[in-house]
Structure formats: structure tokens, C-alpha cells
């Protein structure tokens, strides 16, 4: 029987450490669980409490600066799964849905072309159980002035404490 790769090893051959999940900058929780679901709030492009990625994308931040930003986010978004599995991705069956922010201009084209950056990860993660139903919106604002914000829906798996 050959052993599959785990999470970890995947993240590790990507290159990738998860941070600390970051804290909420208002009154909310970075996720809650209901059933097998685990509602995550959404995350930012931020790093140590700080947006990497301030602006509006197409115009003070390049697309592929705003792939990166989305791709932080979902950094940040796995850190705060990894708080709600209690350390162990492995509890995790599949991305069910993710939704992107994208702070634009009006009529910005690109906007699901950002939020990639983060679908393109949990796909790299978990293959075709890390495809996900999706919303990607532009907006004329983010928290802190950060470029992009995703939150996501997990579905762990049954039975999983």
C-alpha cells in the first residue's frame, strides 16, 4: 500500500509555512463549525497585523501582485482552519465554496482572475477535493486599504471531532 501525501508534506513541497492565524480586527470569530462545516471568516492579505497588498487592484496593485494577495489570504485562511481541525488538516475532506474581495475600480475585468491565486492553492492541496463553487467580487473597499479579502466554507470529514 503506498502512503499519500499529506497536507503538510504538500505545503512543504510548495514551499509554504502556514503563520499564526491572524486576530480579528472587530467583533467576530475567525471561524465556526456547524455539522462537518467549518465557516471561515474572511482573511485579508495581511502579514504580522499588517496588509502586504494595500490598494486598488488594476490600478496601485498588478494583477499578479493581486494573485499573490489572494494567495496570502488563503494562507491565512488555512492557518485559521488548522486552528478549527485543532492542528490536524487531515480532517479535512474537501473546499466546498470560497468567496473573494477584490478592492477595484469600477468595471475592473480581472476580478476573478485575482481571486485564483487562492482557488489555484486549495487545489494544490487537496486536488479535486480542493475544487470549490466560488463568488469573486469587486469592491470599492477593504479593511485596513488591503487589496483583497477571502473567506472559504470546509467540509471536514464525518465523523471527524
Not at 502512503?3 to 467576530?28: C, Y
Not at 498588478?62 to 480532517?91: F, I, V
Not at 477584490?102 to 482557488?119: I, N
Amino acid at each position: 500500500m503506498v502512503n499519500a501525501k499529506t497536507i503538510e508534506q504538500t505545503l512543504r513541497e510548495l514551499g509554504v509555512t502556514l503563520p499564526s492565524a491572524p486576530r480579528p480586527i472587530a467583533s467576530f470569530v475567525p471561524f465556526c463549525r456547524a455539522g462537518d462545516l467549518i465557516f471561515l471568516a474572511g482573511q485579508t492579505c495581511e502579514i504580522d497585523g499588517k496588509p502586504a497588498f494595500t490598494g486598488r487592484v488594476g490600478v496601485d496593485v498588478e494583477l499578479e501582485h493581486g494573485r499573490g494577495a489572494a494567495r496570502l489570504c488563503a494562507l491565512n485562511l488555512l492557518a485559521a482552519l488548522r486552528d478549527a481541525c485543532e492542528g490536524d488538516l487531515e480532517r479535512v475532506a474537501r473546499c466546498v465554496r470560497v468567496g473573494g474581495f477584490v478592492q477595484a475600480e469600477h468595471g475592473y475585468p480581472s476580478v476573478p482572475f485575482v481571486v485564483d491565486g487562492a482557488s489555484e492553492l486549495f487545489v494544490a492541496l487537496w486536488g479535486e477535493r480542493g475544487r470549490h463553487a466560488r463568488t469573486a467580487v469587486g469592491v470599492s473597499t477593504l479593511p485596513l486599504n488591503a487589496a483583497v479579502e477571502v473567506d472559504a466554507i470546509f467540509e471536514l470529514k464525518t465523523g471527524a471531532p
